[in-house]
């Protein structure tokens, strides 16, 4: 059994930083992607970043320049650093790992981004 657990999200001001936290537990595949998703109210689940195990990384269009995805290989963990956060950032974010057919999520933090 796999388990994700995040940490981190919270309440920020637009112009600020926060940073989440994904440690994966269980039988994991040595080849595998991390990475963030986010939901807005009323939207569908989207990409935000992504990273494989080797350190190719992938970004949604909005947040390039502004977020990074990093992991750590040996703690099983992945990180979002989110600067210069937006109101449109606002949304649950969720935590991913993948590899063949198989796909895990975290529990979701919220992000919210205030004006």
């Known amino acids: 059994q796999v388990q994700l657990v995040e940490s981190g999200g919270g309440n920020v001001q637009a112009g600020g930083s926060l940073r989440l936290s994904c440690a994966a537990s269980?039988?994991?595949?040595?080849?595998?992607?991390m990475g963030w998703y986010r939901q807005a109210p009323g939207k569908q689940r989207e990409l935000v970043a992504s990273?494989?195990?080797?350190?190719?990384?992938n970004y949604a269009d909005s947040v390039k320049g502004r977020f990074t995805i990093s992991r750590e290989n040996a703690l099983n963990t992945v990180y979002l650093q989110m600067n210069s956060l937006k109101p449109g950032d606002t949304a649950v974010y969720y935590c991913?790992?993948?590899?063949?057919?198989?796909?895990?999520w975290g529990q979701g933090s919220q992000v919210t981004v205030s004006s």
């Open positions: 991913y790992l993948g590899w063949s057919s198989h796909s895990y």
């Open positions: 269980g039988s994991i595949f040595s080849m595998n992607v």
């Open positions: 990273s494989t195990k080797g350190g190719h990384t």
